[in-house]
């Protein structure tokens, strides 16, 4: 069954496999970002022998604590070996694939488990495998969030758990769940959520008082085991976000612009191999986080899959689990149409409302975000439950995409789907599996799949090689051995991107600035006299900071400037301690794009704006190398 899904994977990802060693599926952007992040592990680990938890060379000279962002140490470490061997290229695609094959095969497990047909197996596991949540974050590279397969094995774990409790039943739960946060801390919170209202849900701890003995050994097992296992990662983590470096200070309509609206879930699959153009222009909507849509087959067989409530006492617990994430998928307030809604109210209303928001989210809340940016003259908002958790819950002020809840509503369907699927089966082929019933399973595997089909993959592909800058740099560092050559890109805007890190690779020099979740407090500070002088140029303070970091070249992109160019080159000419070296021209690295150039350029879609809007000149530079005398 492994190889089964193996093969599904590979058509349903196609061209992922024809590119394996030179090329990542998606724009350039977060998935250079842990191509960097998988080479860093190997290189820091086998190569230098030191923890692959800080980075002297990223933000230079402050350092990189990789705390500050994912580290995603269920695929860096398990694709360690394919690093060492093949090189990162190959283990990130390799990894890719597996947790197509792992979500799928998981719930495969869980549904046969449960007493389905492997067929309908099949069909729920592929629903969950190949699922546009899964797809579109295929595409914006975040390698983190495609770790769902230990997802469906975490609550095989569990079922089991909460059906014959004992010690040894709980180790496989604390090593599934350890595993799913070390994929992404998202799912961490989340997931781990989750996990304990299906405990409470599933085994009913007030009315099974008489096995509470062996299931107390059992969680509490698997609460050892998972801290094992992830306490080295979240250590760091958790002390970089108690000493305030790993929080964010962003008003609450910034972390509101990443709701999902409920057509979001229902809304045809924009990225189809068919009617993906049409949907695409139909819609506006962030196509690297709110493809949520749950399947019109998977939703039809999901609903014939209910009819087992009484059957599967599972079922329940799924069902109410993915009805939770629904809202909570809504985030923080009700959004449609990618925007808040707004409900025109009396002026006296509104100044009512809003003194109360203000003083619930800026006074009475643990995690404390500014409301006034989400304020409207005579109209309010409508307050989800999303924005309860964040404000009163430890940690989830760390979150800030909310729509990814809806992960956990799609395992939901996905389960009732295969359930259901079993059910049409037994309904028209009754008896032991028969020609019939295959057939029906099959034509019902077939529809799911055309439902979610993308292929070829619709957002192009990135080819992964040197632009001609950094094999010169590269150069440079060979012929000047020991010599460290500390890097600065101009403008800063430009560095604020995935694909900015994997430079460091090519030519191993420092850079003087970096990419994460969260930027070091210290560069952070210096960042704004990094900006002074005409727009993001560098001036006479700004190159005396980066004297004294040891800064060597200063690579200036003369189109990311864009109107501002002739102004930026006159003041660089006339900065004495700068000194005119190279030109080099960017080569393209995107390919086979068939939909993302129909998606608005966006702020907050910022690889489509970098690929095809306003920054496209990020992406295709034309750049000045400068040293700094």
Known sequence: MVLFFALLSVIMTWPLVA?????????????????????????????????????????????????????????????????????????YNVVVLFTFVLSGYGLYRLLVELGARPLAGIIGGAAFAFSPYRLSHLGAGHLPLLGTGWIPLLFLALERLVRRPSWRRGLPVGLFYALTALSSWYYALMVGLFAALFLLIRARPWRAYLRMRPFG???????????????????????????????????????????????????????????????????????????????????????????????????????????????????????????????????????????????????????????????????????????????????MDAMRVWARFGLLTMFAVALLAGLGADAIMARFAPGAPSARSAMIGLALLALVLVDFA????????????????????????????????????????????????????????????????????????????????APDAPSDEAVALLRDWGVRYVLVGAHSYGEHWPAVRERLDALSDLEPVAVFEDRPRFYGDRLLHLVPPSAAVPVTEVVYGPLRAHLHDEIHVYALR
Request: aromatic share 12%; hydrophobic share 50%; net charge neutral.
């Open 217 to 395: 050994q059992g969680a509490l097992s698997a609460l050892a085991v998972a801290g094992v296992l992830v306490a080295p990662a979240a250590a760091p983590m958790v002390r970089l976000y108690a000493g305030g470096e790993a929080r964010y200070d962003y008003s609450l309509a910034y972390i509101d612009q990443w709701s999902a609206s409920p057509l979001d879930l229902v809304y045809p699959n924009a990225m189809h191999s068919w009617w993906g153009a049409p949907l695409t222009r139909a819609y506006d909507q962030n196509i690297h986080e709110n493809l949520l849509y749950l399947g019109l087959i998977a939703l039809a067989l999901a609903l014939v899959g209910l009819r087992a409530w009484r059957a599967v006492p599972l079922v329940r617990a799924v069902a109410v689990l993915g009805a939770v994430a629904l809202v909570l998928a809504w985030g923080t307030t009700l959004h449609l149409g990618g925007a808040p809604v707004y409900i025109r109210v009396p002026e006296a209303v509104e100044e009512a409302f809003a003194r109360g928001m203000i003083t619930l989210t800026g006074r009475l809340a643990l995690n404390k975000v500014r409301f006034s940016p989400l304020r409207q003259p005579g109209a309010i908002v409508l307050p989800m439950p999303g924005l309860l958790l964040y404000l009163f819950v430890p940690l």
């Open 19 to 91: 590119h394996l060693g030179r090329a990542v599926l998606g724009p350039p952007g977060d998935n250079l970002e842990y191509l960097w992040k998988m080479w860093w592990f190997k290189h820091s680990l086998l190569d230098l022998g030191v923890s692959p938890f800080f980075n002297p060379d990223i933000f230079y000279p402050v350092g990189y604590p990789l705390a500050l962002s994912e580290t995603t140490m269920a695929h860096t470490l398990l694709g360690l070996p394919l690093t060492a061997l093949w090189g990162e290229v190959v283990a």
């Open 454 to 533: 993308v292929l070829p993959y619709p957002y192009g592909y990135t080819e992964v090689a040197a632009q001609p800058v950094d094999a010169w740099l590269a150069e440079e560092a060979r012929s000047r051995p020991g010599e460290r050559l500390p890097i600065i890109q101009m403008p800063l805007s430009k560095t604020w991107y995935g694909w900015a890190l994997y430079p460091n690779r090519i030519h191993g020099q420092p850079l003087a600035y970096g990419y994460g979740t969260f930027v070091p407090g210290a560069y952070r500070e210096a960042m704004a006299e990094l900006a002074l002088g």
